[in-house]
């Protein structure tokens, strides 16, 4: 019977799965963080356990971290934040489990290291206590991201329990112009097909737009299928796949990635593989995308206006919109590029790797931020920061007024001291516009990097399409 | 894990679609390495006035009978968002045991079993009506049974639920998931082995150091 990608992976990794029981998965890859494993490591103390396989496990101190340029232990915002990332370290020393603490080479968001340092492989199951997680799947990986149970689980069994998610495929057509990305393109499908419509599924993403898009762009793309309610989001490895892999630092050499890209291969779908919901979303020629409201699926043209709720016929949506507005203090009508924003930040597993700052510089470059605009970038690991350096990137964004910070996920999720303050506006590289994600009362609006370096630049939300 | 048979408790509702983890437990409240302590944050933005003390008298917990409840009803793709296990942790220790909604975010759905919280899904309809049954009559007790699936409301009305027959077990058992699968490591390590052959590069002794 033809299989998906999905299919394929699945079975490769299934150990055991009995009628009435639930099947157990084994996991190739575990990534951690100091944010959401500190229990499960508790947790094997407490049943004097030790770590399955602990090589398959590879810890990094990102949620926490300062971003200043030096950083310290010092710079850490509170007390409780030192204590997670102490946590962290004690656990992976006891454990026996290599860490990229703060101050490492390869140190980053743990979703921007794995793919970048060859620890996420085609083929591989991964899991992480982090929902990006399917940020992997961009490599034809199932990516998924579970709770702290579920990870102390896994670092006592190497298996996961799991029902067998159902399959989808969204197929994606259209064209980029130049400024536009694969984060409008996310965007824009979850602004379709609704935050809820990936639910109990993994989503394969193809078509050709997809194709079309870079490695890193798949990254992003993959990333935002959990904002579509997804389980895990993939992308087929192609060719440009194999070749993102090879000579990354822990990716197999010689003939072992020969022979490892032989399988690669073989894992695209077969045809006529059956899937349990289809979807086919035509972009044409997308216009680059600013969320206006307090999930990404709330998202309109940059071009465009706010929403009203009035011509909402459905009672709840209605409702929702009206929250909304109200949490982003717009009005509706109101002229998207007319609304001037506090803060730019650029960063986080979405969007802070090398070609997302490439894009960003293009269209900072020359320019200045406009006056009373903070604009941060975050490079979302260090082994990009000194990549960005190399090219000169960080000069363009110091030149223009950005602050250049180093890795970690900082404005994202607000938890190590970089975050907005009530009211405060940003524009944001991040994937989450939820209330309060950025600080408590501050006001996010997805963007792109170079929606987000063309804001930065105007002051007001602005089309990169024009600079 | 805790078991969960029957529960009967004091319903309340929160009638917003898309409740996401950041709502559940703000990430600021997350900086804790024990599993205790986030009750007092479950819905901080919407439950505290802009102190981040007073109560907010127009969120539905803090209304006047809404003391003690247990069971939480509420709109679709609730607890979407990052897989904090935070977020039922909080629930829990707040005092729910139950969450009723039409939809629930994945993640989120197999936190609330590891945090012995059930989630029950019943159709958008019957949520509404307990919407209406929670709006008019204001907090009301509800009664949920795990084996036969089904929970009364109201006036007796009865909803039945659909639940996955191994969680349902490992909740009225209070089963130890750890516990279970290590029971079959013989099983694991007969996979290791065969797998080793098969994609050796995936077990390279030190893949990071
Ligand atoms: S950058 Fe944001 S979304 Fe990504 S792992 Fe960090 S906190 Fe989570």
């Known amino acids: 019977m033809p299989r998906t990608m999905f299919d394929k992976i699945w079975d490769a990794h299934v150990v055991r799965d009995e009628p009435g029981e639930i099947p157990m998965l084994y996991i190739d890859r575990h990534l951690t963080h100091e944010a959401t494993s500190p229990q499960a490591f508790a947790g094997l103390r407490e049943r004097d356990l030790r770590v399955h396989r602990p090589e398959s496990v590879v810890a990094v101190i990102d949620h926490n971290v300062p971003t200043v340029p030096g950083r310290r232990l010092v710079d850490v915002v509170d007390d409780q934040s030192v204590m997670c990332i102490e946590t962290m370290e004690e656990n992976a020393r006891d454990f026996d489990i290599p860490l990229l603490g703060m101050n490492d080479e390869e140190q980053g968001i743990v979703h921007v290291i794995g793919p970048e340092l060859g620890l996420s492989l085609p083929g591989m199951t991964v899991v992480c206590g982090d929902s990006h997680t399917s940020t992997h799947g ?330 | 894990m805790e078991q969960f048979v029957t529960h009967s408790g004091i319903a309340v509702p929160l009638a917003r679609t898309n409740v996401n983890t950041d709502d559940i437990i703000p990430a600021r409240f997350l900086k804790s390495i024990r599993r205790s302590g986030f009750g007092k944050n479950l819905f901080a933005n919407w439950r505290y006035l802009e102190d981040g003390r007073t109560p907010n008298p127009e969120f539905s917990l803090n209304r006047p009978g809404s003391e003690g409840a247990s069971i939480l009803v509420a709109g679709e793709n609730f607890g979407c968002g990052s897989s904090r296990e935070h977020a039922p942790w909080a629930l829990r220790e707040y005092g729910f045991r139950c969450v009723i909604a039409p939809s629930f975010a994945d993640i989120f759905h197999n936190n609330c079993f590891n945090s012995s919280i059930l989630p029950v899904a019943l159709e958008s309809s019957e949520v509404d009506t307990l919407f209406k049954i929670l709006q008019d009559g204001g907090p009301t007790t509800f009664h949920i049974d795990l084996s036969r699936q089904i929970v009364t409301a109201g006036a007796g009305d009865v909803y039945h639920f659909e639940i996955d027959p191994f969680k349902k077990s490992a909740l009225l058992e209070g089963l130890d998931n750890i516990g279970w699968s290590l029971k079959h490591l013989d099983e694991i390590h007969a996979y290791e082995q065969r797998r080793r052959q098969e994609a050796p590069w995936l077990f390279t002794e030190k893949s990071a150091n």
């Open chain 1, 138 to 467: 961009a490599l034809g990986i199932f990516a998924v991201g579970i709770g702290t149970s579920e990870v102390e689980h896994v670092l006592a069994t190497q298996c996961l329990l799991q029902q067998k998610p159902k399959t989808m495929h969204i197929e994606i057509g259209g064209e980029l112009s130049p400024g536009v990305t694969a984060k409008d393109v996310a965007l824009a499908v979850i602004g379709r097909l609704g935050t809820g419509v990936g639910t109990n599924h993994v989503i394969e993403f193809s078509g050709s737009l997809v194709s079309s898009l870079s490695i890193e762009g798949r990254m992003t793309l993959c990333n935002m299928a959990i904002e579509a309610g997804a389980r895990a989001g993939m992308v087929a490895p192609d060719d440009a796949t194999i070749e993102y892999v090879r000579g990354r630092r822990y990716a197999p050499t010689g003939e072992l990635f020969e022979r490892a890209a032989e399988q690669w291969k073989q894992l695209a779908g077969d045809p006529g593989a059956h899937f349990d919901a289809v979807h086919e979303v035509d972009l044409g020629t997308l216009t680059p995308q600013v969320t206006w409201g307090t999930n990404p699926g709330m998202v309109t043209d940059v071009t465009s206006t706010v929403p009203d709720p009035a011509f909402e016929d459905d009672p709840v949506a209605r409702l929702e919109t009206e929250h909304a507005l109200e949490h982003m203090g717009l009005t509706p009508g109101q002229r998207l590029q007319d609304v001037g924003v506090d803060v730019v930040f650029i960063g986080s597993c979405t969007n802070s790797r090398i070609e997302d700052l490439r894009l960003a510089a293009q269209y900072v470059s020359g320019r200045r931020v406009a006056d009373g605009v903070r604009a941060i970038v975050v490079p979302g690991s260090m082994t990009v920061r000194r990549q960005a350096e190399k090219e000169g990137l960080a000069d363009v964004f110091h030149a223009a007024g950005f602050e250049w910070r180093e890795a970690g996920c900082s404005m994202c999720i607000a938890m190590n001291g970089d975050r907005l303050s009530a009211g405060e506006r940003c524009a944001s590289t991040s994937n989450r516009n939820f209330e309060g994600r950025q600080g408590r009362g501050g006001r996010t609006h997805l963007v792109s990097p170079a929606t987000a370096a063309a804001t930065a630049v105007a002051g007001r939300f602005a089309d990169a399409r024009d600079l």
